[in-house]
Each structure stands twice: as structure tokens, then as C-alpha cells.
């Protein structure tokens, strides 16, 4: 594992309070369990970033051993790997999904704003 691809790959965990990595892209999925972990982010109705794995071949190789888990779709939330489309897919019929999804997003809005607040000051 390069050590410059783990620091890419935690900087996009820690920069996305809401962030998937997936085969393709949300608007056009590569495959069924990234499909499917889409559309339950999306029933979500919150924003997430997605790094597509095929189009960074170092990330998708180097990924399931930094995180040790093996396979695709993996989804992060406030920088914790939540799982794969099983686990996501079973977080969401749960209910457990959408509040999770909802406050990180809400805390990454109140961090953005205290931000543009401090710098005003």
C-alpha cells in the first residue's frame, strides 16, 4: 500500500462527512450493490460524495486493506466505515440509516457555518 494513496484515501474520509465509494457514479451505477446503496443514501435526501473505484485504480486496490473490508460499495459516515450495500441496504429498511446520514450532514453544515463565522470575526 503506497502511503501517498492511504493519505488520498483519508483525506477524502476526513473532507466528506457523507462519502461512498462505489463502481461508477450515483447518476449512473457500475453495479447492482452500488445501485442499490445509492438509492438508499438518496431516499436519505441528503448530499454524499462518491469516489468512483474504477476510475482510480490505485484507491480500489489499496481501499479494501486500508479499511479491511474487502469488497464495494463502502460507506463512510462522519469518517467511520458504516458497510457495504448488505449493511446499508439493512441500516435503511431499519430506519437506522436516514438519522445517521442526517445528522452528519447537519454537523457538517454547522461546522461549515461556524467556519465562515470565525472568519468574519
Do not use: H
Amino acid at each position: 500500500m503506497s502511503q501517498e494513496v492511504i493519505d488520498a484515501i483519508k483525506g477524502q474520509i476526513e473532507g466528506n462527512p457523507i462519502l461512498l465509494y462505489m463502481k461508477g457514479s450515483p447518476q449512473a451505477p457500475q453495479c447492482g450493490f452500488s445501485a442499490q446503496t445509492v438509492q438508499c443514501l438518496m431516499a436519505c435526501g441528503e448530499r454524499f460524495a462518491y469516489v468512483d473505484v474504477l476510475s482510480n485504480p490505485a484507491i480500489r486496490s489499496t481501499l479494501p486493506q486500508y479499511a479491511n473490508w474487502p469488497t464495494f460499495p463502502q460507506l463512510y459516515v462522519d469518517g467511520e466505515l458504516v458497510g457495504g450495500c448488505d449493511i446499508v441496504t439493512e441500516m435503511y429498511q431499519s430506519g437506522e440509516l436516514e438519522p445517521l446520514v442526517k445528522d452528519a450532514a447537519a454537523k457538517a453544515g454547522d461546522e461549515s457555518a461556524e467556519s465562515s463565522e470565525s472568519s468574519e470575526s
